[in-house]
């Protein structure tokens, strides 16, 4: 069965500080994985998308990264900012152009002044 | 990129009633999807929205209970039928463009509350 695990649940840090969410699947066949981020009462937006010859992109603070051996991937979150509070999707799509996307239940992230 | 707008944003049913759901895309898509999220949870597939044909339905999802039409390439909207509580949850509709990546863009989501 595919299946998308995050980590932690719920993590909560000091403004300024990083931080790193983990994201575990088991999805095959693989296309590309992609992390999203959902502000309270909106819908995702995409932040990222790695195909499986991909190991790291970036989106200005966020970087995210991709082991498709073991099937990691992480997002990474530089000098944390207020508006940085949000819940973060760890996605994967098994098909191009087929988008049955596998979501994982995401990682609350609380920045605290 | 797309901008999906959807109505309503929220409201507040009673059961046994029936709601529907709009979806407008700000430009031409390839496949429209609808989901459903409960508190705390992730994003659940309902179907696949196809134009001009039948939805594409997910396991435990049922066109009676979820009827959806896409009249054409930029529109969609889901029905959720006979309502009961067990229904309140944020209804999200989504919409891929073709393209190298298939980006998929997701709408704010409307809020439904059955009482």
């Known amino acids: 069965k595919n299946q998308v695990e995050q980590s932690p649940q719920s993590l909560i840090i000091l403004e300024g500080k990083n931080c790193t969410l983990q994201c575990n699947y088991t999805v095959s066949p693989f296309s590309n994985l992609r992390w999203y981020k959902q502000d309270t009462g909106r819908g995702p937006v995409s932040l990222t998308i790695?195909?499986?010859?991909?190991n790291t992109k970036s989106n200005g603070r966020y970087t995210a990264t991709l082991d498709a051996d073991t099937k990691q991937s992480s997002l990474h979150i530089t000098a944390s900012q207020l508006s940085d509070s949000a819940s973060y999707i760890c996605v994967v799509s098994g098909t191009f152009g087929n988008e049955k996307l596998t979501f994982g239940t995401g990682t609350r992230l609380t920045i605290i002044p | 990129s797309a901008v999906i707008s959807q109505k309503p944003s929220r409201d507040i049913c009673q059961r046994g009633t029936s709601l529907t759901i709009q979806c407008q895309v700000d430009s031409q898509v390839t496949m429209m999807f609808w989901y459903r999220q409960q508190p705390g949870q992730s994003l659940t597939l309902i179907a696949t929205a196809n134009q001009g044909s039948e939805a594409t339905y997910e396991s435990g999802f049922v066109i009676d209970k979820f009827p959806i039409s896409r009249p054409n390439l930029t529109f969609s909207t889901l029905t959720v039928s006979n309502m009961s509580p067990e229904d309140s949850s944020i209804y999200l509709c989504?919409?891929?463009?073709?393209?190298?990546?298939?980006?998929?863009?997701f709408g704010p989501g409307t809020r439904l509350t059955v009482t």
């Open positions: 989504s919409a891929t463009k073709r393209g190298p990546t298939y980006e998929q863009y």
């Open positions: 790695m195909t499986f010859s991909e």
